[in-house]
């Protein structure tokens, strides 16, 4: 994370990592382990104790601080998700019939609502258990993710055409939410915050908007963070990586669609750099060979910590996961 | 008024993203008397093709699609209606769905879009969609085309049961099935028995199409 000159980079998930393998083999499994704090950690801290990994992280999903601002949330199964099955706010910029960001729940209130206040709880306990041999990542959602969840992402991105002062406004209003989660984290024993901002990738927005619909409430969430962070975003990064960089996060996690030499070169060692081992390929489908050249390609263009590109799939076979620890580890 | 201006009013009403221009220009269309087809397939679909391309070369993004397809639906809400009964917009029929277990749904929708602006009726099985109900949609519809998505790497096991139902169905010698989705690949869609993976919308549009 310091960028600090070391014999081999660690090699730790800072995206998800909650493998079926994992959930047997430690028996905390989805869906309890969403909304029980010590069955979270003890699943957060499995991707150590398993597979070596030199990272334990919670929680497992994007939906924690969307349910506790309002949205209906199905749980999911062991093999699946949480979903969202709703929203919240009125945002319809194609019938121009909007909510207004003035109602939201009171922040220390959301802090201890449902699996925001599990995340938060978990993190006391892997730091307790796991904090001293092994860094520990409190996972949450960016601003402009979250809000596209309370309002319907879609809506949002049309409204960054049509009004993209209106869809400034309730990013800005909800960006507090995610920085006083990522601070209770940090506060309850995480050692770094791991933020996703997957709708703010260059699938939806023009790089050009990333600064403005999405990076500066990036930054006001994690450049005064009390402790570190890491902004990971999804797809093609390339485009926006200066722009991640901007956001005063200690680091940057990308994808594998970013080439691992251009992501070092255009990174310019501004910040920490993390990734960028295909999840789909290698990890979930390619051998355990494919895993470890994929893993030493990243090592030897640069990256700073040796990570999967985007959150593992669960089925992603553990022989896969260990040939990624082998391969950076010997 | 000229049918030229006006097709090109309409194909140009969407590339600029003006939902109320689209729905005026449809209306001055009807107004003066030119076929709905015609207004269709040589005015909005026109439009929807170039906004499709230059997405797909990464020239627009997202929100402009968005509200271009917007202004697309706004003219076809028009223009639709005054299709003679025993006049058939098109023949082809497709399938979209999100795969279940997962909720995100814009890319489905841009290829919904643009396989309706490609002149393809779409049923629309919506997402969290069991693949049961992609099954039973694809045989009431008879449709020759199946489109499946999924965002998130969990659910691409979802994808892999939908096509496996499509194949115990009898019915996939009749039907292409394209997937996309971040986390698929052309080597996935070969994988689980799809014939193709689309890296964008308008790259499944050219697919099928070629195919039929």
């Not at chain 1, 295909?278 to 910590?305: M, Q, W, Y």
């Not at chain 2, 997402?127 to 969990?154: F, I, Q, R, W, Y």
Request: aromatic share 6%.
């Amino acid at each position: 994370m310091k960028q600090e000159d070391l014999d081999r980079p660690p090699v730790a998930v800072f995206t998800t990592c909650d493998t079926i393998d994992m959930m047997e083999a430690c028996g905390a499994k989805w869906p309890e382990a969403h909304s029980d704090p010590q069955k979270m950690a003890t699943l957060g801290c499995a991707q150590a104790d398993y597979f070596g990994l030199e990272s334990v992280r919670a929680g497992f999903c994007l939906t924690e601080e969307a349910e506790a601002l309002g949205c209906p949330i199905n749980m999911g199964t062991q093999r699946s998700s949480p979903m969202l099955k709703g929203h919240p706010f009125t945002y319809n910029p194609m019938k121009k019939i909007y909510d207004e960001p003035d109602n939201l729940p009171d922040i220390d209130e959301f802090l201890n609502t449902g699996r925001v206040k599990t995340a938060i709880d978990a993190m006391a306990i892997m730091h307790k258990t796991h904090g001293e041999d092994y860094v520990v990542i409190g996972g949450n959602t960016g601003p402009f993710t979250l809000t596209g969840h309370l309002l319907n992402t879609e809506n949002l991105v049309y409204s960054v055409w049509t009004e993209p002062e209106r869809a400034q406004k309730w990013v800005g209003a909800i960006a507090p939410y995610c920085k006083a989660f990522g601070q209770a984290m940090l506060d309850n024993g995480a050692d770094v915050v791991q933020m996703s901002e997957p709708s703010a990738s260059t699938d939806i927005l023009a790089p050009t908007d990333f600064p403005v619909q999405s990076g500066q409430f990036v930054k006001d969430c994690l450049g005064g963070l009390k402790g570190m962070s890491i902004l990971h975003i999804c797809g093609d990064s390339a485009p926006i990586i200066p722009y991640m960089l901007d956001t005063n996060a200690n680091g940057i996690s990308v994808e594998e669609k970013v080439p691992s030499e251009k992501a070092v070169e255009i990174a310019n060692h501004r910040g920490c750099l993390v990734g960028n081992v295909g999840c789909a390929f290698p990890l979930f489908k390619g051998t355990p060979e494919d895993v470890a050249a994929a893993a030493r390609r990243s090592r030897d263009a640069g990256f700073n910590i040796i990570s999967a590109g985007c959150g593992v799939p669960i089925g992603t076979p553990a022989d896969n996961i260990r040939a990624l620890v082998k391969a950076i580890k010997g | 008024m000229d049918e030229k201006v006006i097709l090109k009013e309409l194909a140009d009403a969407v590339i600029a993203c003006d939902p109320p221009r689209a729905k005026a220009a449809a209306e001055t269309a009807l107004k003066e008397g030119m076929d709905p087809v015609t207004a269709i397939n040589e005015g909005l679909v026109v439009g929807m093709g170039v906004i499709g391309d230059n997405y797909a070369e990464r020239k627009m993004y997202l929100p402009q699609v968005l509200v271009a397809a917007h202004s697309m639906y706004e003219g076809l809400d028009v223009l639709i209606p005054a299709i003679p009964k025993d006049e058939s917009l098109t023949s082809k029929s497709a399938v979209t769905a999100v795969v279940q277990g997962d909720v995100h749904d814009i890319g489905k929708n841009i290829v919904k879009t643009m396989l309706t602006a490609s002149g393809f009726i779409v049923c629309d099985a919506g997402k969290d969609v069991p693949g049961a109900e992609v099954v039973k949609d694809m045989l009431d519809n008879k449709a020759e085309v199946v489109c499946l998505s999924t965002l998130m790497t969990p659910t691409m096991e979802s994808m892999q049961e939908a096509v496996k139902m499509i194949k115990e169905s009898g019915y996939r010698d009749k039907v292409i099935i394209t997937i996309g989705g971040p986390p698929t690949t052309q080597a996935f869609a070969e994988e689980i028995g799809a014939d193709h993976r689309d890296e964008n919308a308008q790259q499944c549009v050219k697919y099928v199409n070629s195919r039929l």
